[in-house]
């Protein structure tokens, strides 16, 4: 082979390389994935506003929350901790068309004057949820908790769910 055919070759599968490298990139689940683990360093650094333009003004969900309480329950979070940690493992991603469901697991720590620990899960009971994401401008947002299951307040969480 030539140099210069060996040099259209390269070149060809660069840019194909790259073509499916952006593709996956920039694919309705790894956007998503993108914001939802922006949304965790803003709560980490306690940083409301990284937070809440996650959030879809429209959010609502079976227990009475709306874009306003979640944005309450999270600045209270942030007053009442320190050294805030999330850890999140994404079980699943389902993409519509212009909603996604996210399954996921997740455990809240943080210091008080008393100590360090969890808030809310642990690792051998974390928290699991099922969020509805939703394209709407200017992209991907939360837009509704389908499930949820914190094991700190399951029956609190059942109860409100019946109201």
Known sequence: MEKKQLTYVVLL???????????????????????????????????IFGVMSKISRSYTDDWGGSYESL??????????????????DIHAV????GEALVELAFVVGGRTDAGRGNI?????????ATLRWVEEEPGWRL???????????????????NR
């Open 94 to 97: 389902e993409v519509g068309d």
């Open 13 to 47: 599968v660069v840019v194909v390389a790259g073509t499916l490298g952006l593709r996956h990139y920039f694919s309705a689940e790894q956007v998503i994935r993108r914001q939802l683990f922006e949304a965790v360093e803003s709560f980490k650094n306690e940083k």
């Open 71 to 88: 944005g309450g329950q999270a600045q209270s979070m942030m007053d009442a901790y320190d050294a805030l940690t999330m850890d999140v």
């Open 120 to 128: 809310l899960g642990s690792a051998l009971e974390p928290c699991r």
């Open 143 to 161: 837009a509704e908790t389908e499930k949820l299951d914190i094991p700190e307040f399951r029956d609190e969480l059942e109860q409100r769910r």
